[in-house]
């Protein structure tokens, strides 16, 4: 049984596990509906800075279009020896002004690192940020494709639900909890 690894941030703020998390792993995957914001303007220039391979994937595709962006990407990440991946994204607050709830981009994230999978990617670990959308998407992924994760989250357990931030250990971790 995979279980995820919590690492609680010596840092209160975001940027700081996104810089670690991108120069931590061989490549990070970003998952969202905007790609202008701060956040996902950072996780670029986190993994262009440790030179590490940075790919897009837009929330808004159909699932033959992610099958086929997952085919593209599957063979940057083999070229380039890619076996620990970050996943990041637009946090939930941003999906749901474009419709897209969590268990939605669960889905999408999940088939994309399935898709990958079937492509021959060997995956080794997932990390990410742990915030709601993406991130928190990347985490469940692992879980259920039987790899080992590794969620660096912000000191104090910071996460954003779509109206509010929140500082709580024992909420943050309940998300990732198996509800079968």
């Not at 939605?104 to 742990?130: A, N, P, W, Y």
Request: with cysteine; aromatic share 8%; charged share 25%.
């Amino acid at each position: 049984n995979n279980m995820i690894t919590f690492i609680e941030d010596t840092n209160k703020g975001y940027s700081h596990r996104t810089y670690e998390n991108a120069r931590l792993a061989d490549a990070t995957l970003a998952f969202a509906v905007d790609f202008t914001t701060s956040g996902e303007i950072m996780t670029q220039k986190a993994a262009e800075k440790y030179n590490k391979v940075y790919c897009q994937i837009p929330l808004q595709l159909s699932g033959f279009e992610i099958s086929k962006l997952a085919h593209t990407i599957a063979q940057e990440l083999t070229e380039n020896n890619c076996h620990t991946l970050n996943i990041a994204g637009n946090g939930l607050s941003r999906l749901v002004k474009h419709n897209i709830t969590q268990k939605e981009c669960d889905i999408k994230v999940e088939f994309f690192i399935l898709q990958l999978r079937l492509c021959g990617v060997v995956i080794k670990e997932i990390r990410s940020g742990g915030q709601t959308g993406a991130d928190e998407s990347g985490l469940k992924a692992a879980e259920k494709c039987g790899v080992n994760s590794v969620c660096l989250c912000p000191k104090g357990w910071r996460f954003r639900t779509e109206t509010e931030d929140i500082s709580d250990e024992k909420l943050f971790k309940e998300r990732f909890e198996n509800k079968k």
